[in-house]
């Protein structure tokens, strides 16, 4: 082989070898997704079913995210801790029991119709113990929404006159302001189901739906129903 | 046609130390330049831009205006490493102008700036080589997503930045695909001149485009972007971090494009040699000149919409924000008022390339040479006026769909020329099915499916179905797959040899034809059908019962990759290990290219040439008073 | 030996195959081109078919072209034989001009009268439509958001419903608009496509034919969940559909009191950057 010909080898080989790593770390970064938690069985709930425990909070905090610490974000709870993700795995054909612990203040719904809870068992949820089907569309806060299976649960948000607001997840009730929700709702069959937030509530981004409005593991994931 | 040209001596190493070479205006300073530019820019950036002026920055940890002067800090610092400053401040001190740079320096010359058009042409080719492979990789991850009826692989964010990566990078690489190579490198030579009417403004297209796709690559530290290779607002705008790679990317691109068309305008109407009338030039280079009046055209609409995109995105102008008093129609308008003509800055080289090459491998003159020629100039004008096809179901004036329908259906007719030229040239020929030959039949049979069913969607009621569906996605990659890159590779293996002096391996070359060729339609084809069904663009969830259609695709994706993957292993074999010697005219060919000797040297010619007549002087002439058809008309 | 008339053979090869291919894409294939839900989607059918037959004669044309030329004007294995110095013919380019426009600017006016006749064949004809339908007609806004659809019944209150209900043989009036980005409502089965965009009010004319479940598909890109934006709509018959609007208005009477009054365009604030 000619010197010509090693040193274009050796360049080639360096850019191939530089192009493969490339080509690893846009695969690894685009097929990366949050972990998928499952929800708790809880047999001793009304109608069996399992047990779905989140958190709304205002800003996600530097601990679980370097990057964007000031995106509102969801949280679930599983093991005993906060986790980051937005993958919930719930058994089909089954009863899911959801409580929302809402940290956040309220941004309004841009659209008023998904102030009206719909899609839960008796069409209902408990807002802080009591039973309500809908709220004032300017107080929601976040919204949990199925719309695949009809499920849009509007979350009101803590007064902007708390006294106590939680300024970084992770949120703990007892020493933060806040509202909580429960509502169930049933499951059907197997698929991986969109959820999302409706309220704009990603915060400087054009019309509130950018961010983490669109990005896994914030304000929207996926229900795997197995 | 008469030449002479001498044999000259090929360019010389200049013997000096290696750390003594590194130590300069060469490639790895203009890396190092650049990411001192980026973090210069990116630090403007933040003190502009943080805490105070800009609310929305604190409460999305994001700094548009960092980005962007970041990318600007770091293309100005690259380009200046590069060594593109020298010339402009040593004319400003009173230095004599040198007009040659870098033209004898050995392998070193082709990773710098150099004004010799064949050194560009040949880096042209590897640059946008390697970028067309990354493109494809992504295509690999698409198709390997779409396996699945719902996310499963790639997120559903991930996979529009995926897709969004795939379009913009084949775009904005492809834009110059033949242009950058094949033109750069022998238009020069097919008219007669030394060198480009702008050598240094030709290296800086290269070097611009290779800016462009380290940036468009980067777009994934920055979070992607999701609005596909369209850009449309105000999703745009809505857009994380990332989408400002995009902005950039595409500017840059688009000052290419514009600088590039440029060059080749001045080239071909001021350096033809004495005797090369515009009815002598070949037809390749009046494809490279129609394809050059578009992008100096089209492509500055571009640079100003992705500005005002820019400035709505920083600084809060309304420019496409209805609530502000924007419109989300205007960026539509603007950007396909670019996009149009830009496909045709696709299609219209393969059009060049396979008439050029018909000739030589039918053994007759170009039939139809005034007919192909108002073709392409026809295509050119045309496609100034059809762009709201784009935007038929949109929602825009209902009077002005019957007229871009007629428009559109009307540019069909220049295409058509062309495939009458082709089939003209064929008539009673003597075909030999070499594989540049076979690639150019190929591109025949596909550009002919890609644009019958332009025509189907040029119609306004049929588009209302197909619009925004699968169907659209087979047609415009038949265009520019089927069309552009089956006549690029044609290119390739026509024209290399004569480039590199080297010859590629026969059966490997076959082998990726016909791989390339079955699977690219096995791929391509039942496109129409899921649009036809109904399965919408840029989506990763789809229909269950569309799942099988797409399997298929899937997997005749892969075999087309794997065909690239032969073109690639031919490639390196025979130009780095085997490198056996290429016949001087293997083809046969009268054009000026193959007349001058291989390596081609610094300067072409010895002596400038004269032309009298076109490079098409094949085929036995009629006997007079015979049976032929009198050669009529032109 | 003399060469064989391939100028007879081949019209004869191409006639042939015309004449067969025809009747198949014509009575086979043609159905397969469209959907039937509604007469804007059974004018589009049409519409499809016809472009299919014209295109196939053009497409056998220079395929079948292809494999002839490719099969009998071949040069002999390491052969160096010239073919003829032909350069041109008049008559031929004349022809072929003139054919491919007549087609062409055939297919022009059949397509706009096409257009026309189906007060838009189902698309979105922006705010002011070319042809509107005369006689009554049943209006129903189609509001777009990130990432759902919902739609507003003016003529029953303002409800606005999660899910699209229409009754069947009625001319119906889609109102579409957007309360962001630009997004795209499709009505697979009834041959809609209109784009959403923010501030504008995009009209389409649609009379479904039969009783039938349609899918409802986002078609412009906008956002993570574009793919995601897919529902599922319903035509039913007069008697059913007004028992189905009465149950909505009931079920949906606490969000209807707090919806904006109905109107052709809503720009919902904040209009810029929100949170």
């Known amino acids: ?226 | 046609m008469s030449t002479t040209a001498e044999s000259a001596s090929t360019p010389q190493p200049t013997g000096r130390a290696l750390w003594r070479r590194l130590l300069g205006f060469n490639l790895l300073s203009a890396v190092l330049l650049g990411v001192g530019g980026y973090y210069v820019g990116w630090f403007i950036g933040r003190q502009i831009g943080f805490e105070g002026s800009f609310h929305y920055q604190a409460k999305t940890d994001e700094n548009d205006v960092a980005l962007l002067l970041g990318y600007f800090g770091g293309v100005a610092g690259f380009l200046i490493g590069l060594g593109f400053a020298n010339y402009p401040i040593s004319r400003l001190l009173g230095r004599p102008p040198s007009l040659r740079e870098k033209e004898g320096e050995g392998i070193g010359r082709y990773f710098g700036l150099c004004t010799d058009h064949k050194v560009v042409g040949i880096q042209y080719l590897v640059g946008i080589g390697v970028f067309f492979f990354v493109g494809g990789l992504n295509a690999m991850l698409i198709r390997a997503e779409l396996l699945h009826d719902t996310p499963t692989i790639v997120g559903p964010n991930q996979y529009l930045s995926v897709v969004g990566i795939h379009g913009s990078m084949m775009m904005g690489m492809m834009t110059s695909g033949v242009l950058g190579p094949f033109a750069n490198y022998f238009v020069p030579i097919m008219i007669g001149a030394r060198r480009m009417a702008f050598p240094r403004v030709e290296a800086l297209t290269f070097w611009l485009l290779m800016a462009a796709g380290f940036i468009l690559v980067s777009t994934i530290f920055f979070g992607g972007f999701p609005t596909g290779w369209t850009g449309y607002e105000p999703l745009n705008d809505q857009a994380v971090m990332g989408m400002d790679s995009y902005i950039c990317f595409f500017a840059l691109v688009g000052i290419s494009m514009a600088l590039l068309g440029l060059n080749m305008m001045a080239t071909i109407i001021t350096m033809r040699a004495p005797g090369l009338t515009w009815s002598r030039l070949p037809i390749f280079v009046w494809s490279v000149f129609a394809t050059a009046i578009l992008m100096v055209l089209a492509a500055p609409m571009l640079i100003a919409t992705l500005l005002m995109a820019a400035l709505d995105r920083t600084i809060d102008t309304s420019f496409f924000i209805p609530g502000g008093g924007g419109s989300s129609y205007l960026f539509q308008n603007l950007f396909w008022f670019f996009g149009h003509p830009e496909v045709y800055v696709l299609a219209l080289p393969g059009f060049g390339i396979v008439l050029e090459l018909l000739p030589v491998f039918t053994r007759k003159p170009l039939w139809g040479y005034r007919l192909a020629v108002s073709g392409m100039l026809g295509v050119t004008l045309l496609s100034f006026f059809v762009w709201q096809h784009h935007l038929f179901v949109s929602g825009i004036n209902a009077d002005l769909r019957p007229f871009y329908m007629l428009s559109t259906e009307i540019i069909s007719v220049p295409t058509g020329f062309i495939f009458l030229c082709v089939m003209g040239t064929l008539w009673k020929g003597r075909i030999s099915a070499t594989v540049p030959m076979l690639f150019c039949l190929a591109w025949a049979f596909n550009f002919l499916i890609g644009g019958t069913s332009g025509v189907v969607l040029s119609d306004v009621a049929t588009d209302v179905q197909l619009h925004g569906s699968f169907f659209v996605m087979a047609h415009f990659h038949y265009t520019i797959m089927g069309g552009l890159v089956f006549s690029f590779f044609a290119a390739i293996y026509y024209w290399v040899p004569k480039m590199t002096g080297l010859r590629f391996n026969e059966r490997l070359a076959k082998w990726h034809f016909w791989l390339m060729f079955i699977s690219f339609n096995s791929t391509f084809l039942p496109l129409f059908a899921l649009g036809i069904m109904g399965m919408p663009r840029r989506v990763s969830s789809y229909e269950p019962s569309l799942q099988g259609l797409n399997t298929w695709v899937s997997i005749s994706a892969f075999v087309l990759g794997f065909s690239m993957l032969i073109f690639i292993v031919n490639t390196v074999c025979s130009m780095i290990f085997a490198r056996q010697p290429a016949e001087s005219n293997r083809w046969r060919s009268k054009s000026i290219e193959w007349q001058v000797p291989t390596p081609v040297p610094v300067h072409n010619f010895d002596q400038i040439p004269t032309f009298d007549s076109d490079p098409y002087d094949y085929g036995t002439p009629p006997v007079v008073g015979g049976a032929q058809p009198s050669a009529a008309g032109a | 030996m003399s060469e064989p008339n391939h100028a007879r053979r081949f019209t004869t090869i191409w006639v042939v195959a015309t004449v067969i291919a025809l009747p198949i894409v014509i009575f086979v294939l043609g159905p397969l081109l469209g959907q039937s839900g509604s007469e804007q989607a059974s004018g589009q059918r049409t519409d499809m078919t016809v472009l299919a037959a014209v295109a196939t004669p053009i497409i056998l044309l220079v395929m079948l072209y292809l494999l002839y030329s490719v099969i009998f004007f071949r040069q002999p294995t390491g052969g160096a034989l010239e073919g003829p110095a032909v350069r041109g013919d008049a008559r031929i380019q004349t022809t072929w001009i003139v054919v491919t426009s007549t087609i062409v600017l055939g297919l022009a006016v059949f397509g706009t009268v096409q257009l026309e006749a189906d007060y838009g064949s189902g698309s979105g004809n922006g705010p002011t439509p070319l042809t509107v339908p005369s006689g009554p007609k049943l209006p129903v806004q189609v509001i777009a958001q990130q990432w759902y659809f919902t739609y507003r019944y003016p003529t029953y209150g303002g409800v606005e419903t999660p899910h699209l209900v229409l009754p069947v043989n009625k001319m119906i009036e889609l109102n579409v608009t957007s309360l962001d980005i630009i997004h795209s409502f499709w009505a697979y089965q009834l041959g809609v496509k209109a784009d959403a965009n923010p501030n504008v009010n995009n009209v389409a004319f649609v009379k479904p034919t039969k009783v039938e479940t349609f899918d409802v598909r986002c078609a412009e890109l906008c956002g993570i969940w574009h793919g995601a934006m897919h529902d599922k709509g319903k035509v039913v018959s007069d008697g059913a559909f007004n028992t189905w609007i009465h149950e909505q208005q009931a079920r949906f009477a606490a969000a209807t009191k707090v919806l904006p009054p109905y109107s052709k365009t809503y720009l919902p604030e904040p209009t810029r950057r929100g949170g």
């Not at chain 1, 274009?8 to 990366?32: D, E, H, K, P």
């Not at chain 1, 599983?78 to 058994?91: A, E, L, R």
């Open chain 1, 1 to 226: 082989m000619s010197v010509f010909a090693k040193k274009v080898l050796g360049v080639s080989t360096a850019v191939a070898v530089l192009g493969v790593l490339i080509g690893f770390y846009i695969a690894s970064w685009a097929t990366s997704f949050p972990t998928s938690v499952a929800s708790t069985f809880n047999p001793s709930a009304a109608g069996g079913g399992t047990n779905l425990t989140l958190e709304t909070v205002a800003a996600i905090g530097r601990k679980y995210s370097p990057t964007h610490p000031d995106w509102v974000s969801y949280l679930v709870r599983s093991g005993g801790k906060w986790v980051h993700s937005t993958i919930y795995k719930v058994p089909a054909y089954s009863v899911v029991h959801v409580t929302i612990y809402q940290y956040d203040s309220p941004t309004g719904l841009r659209n008023p119709f998904l102030s009206q809870v719909q899609g839960t068992i008796g069409g209902t949820m408990t807002l802080d113990g009591k039973t309500v089907d809908s709220i004032n569309p300017e107080e929601a806060s976040h919204t949990f929404a199925v719309p695949d299976l009809g499920v849009f649960v509007p979350l009101p948000g803590v007064s902007e006159e708390a006294k106590n607001p939680c300024e970084e997840a992770p949120c703990e009730t007892s020493t933060s302001d806040h509202r909580t929700i429960t509502f169930s709702f049933r499951t059907g069959k197997k698929g991986r189901y969109r959820w999302q937030c409706f309220v704009p509530c990603g915060a400087g981004y054009l019309f509130g739906n950018g961010g983490p409005m669109q990005t896994l593991g914030y304000m929207g994931g996926f229900l795997d129903v197995v």
